[in-house]
């Protein structure tokens, strides 16, 4: 887009939003309508009008139909509004790009939850494992300290065996 389109697009923003606020009395209008964003096409001749409505779904639509029913009275307020020659045909559209960022916000959201709640395993699987290893360790220090308190009987066999003093044999003379 131009300049000149995206300031064209601006006011047509601007003043589509004071005249559904302001002056229109459809009573099919519920809900919060909102202008997300407003495309005027290169020859002026076309505004593409982008609105969400918060509401139900009934609501939406009611609120659309409202919107492009009372089309042709918004472009004729907003001749008097737009020092143009021509103003542009207005279209309404749903934006169902604020509706695709929603979902993936709640995508982005769930997948936040997912790693959290793994995160939260692989903690507590982490804080199990080194619970047993301290277990396996106490364990063997027990069975060291029972086998260093039992009676070496080899240790004290060996260092009989080594402080045997020989029995002294009788000379025999010849």
């Keep these: 887009m131009s300049?000149?389109?995206?300031?064209?697009?601006?006011?047509i923003r601007q003043e589509l939003m004071t005249i559904i606020m302001r002056e229109l009395s459809d009573p099919r209008l519920?809900?919060?309508?909102?202008?997300?964003?407003?495309?005027?096409?290169e020859d002026m001749s076309m505004a593409d009008v982008y609105m969400t409505v918060m509401g139900t779904a009934t609501q939406q639509n009611l609120?659309?139909?409202?919107?492009?029913?009372?089309?042709?009275?918004?472009?004729?307020?907003?001749?008097?509004?737009?020092?143009m020659r021509t103003v542009p045909f207005i279209k309404f559209h749903v934006d169902e790009n604020l509706r695709k960022e929603l979902e993936v916000l709640q995508l982005i959201g769930k997948v936040a939850a997912?790693?959290?709640?793994?995160?939260?395993?692989?903690?507590?699987?982490?804080?199990?494992e080194a619970r047993e290893e301290?277990?396996?360790?106490?364990?063997?220090?027990?069975?060291l300290d029972e086998v260093s308190l039992e009676p070496d009987t080899h240790a004290t066999q060996a260092a009989a065996e080594t402080t045997e003093v020989p029995?002294?044999?009788?000379?025999?003379?010849?």
Excluded: F, N, Y
Aim: no cysteine; proline share 3%.
């Design 3 to 11: 300049r000149r389109t995206e300031r064209v697009a601006s006011i």
């Design 30 to 41: 519920t809900g919060m309508p909102s202008i997300t964003r407003v495309r005027v096409s």
């Design 63 to 83: 609120t659309m139909t409202a919107l492009k029913h009372s089309a042709g009275l918004m472009r004729t307020r907003l001749t008097k509004s737009l020092s």
């Design 114 to 128: 997912e790693k959290e709640e793994m995160d939260a395993r692989a903690a507590a699987q982490a804080e199990r």
């Design 134 to 143: 301290a277990e396996r360790v106490a364990r063997h220090q027990r069975s």
């Design 167 to 174: 029995e002294k044999q009788p000379d025999i003379e010849s």
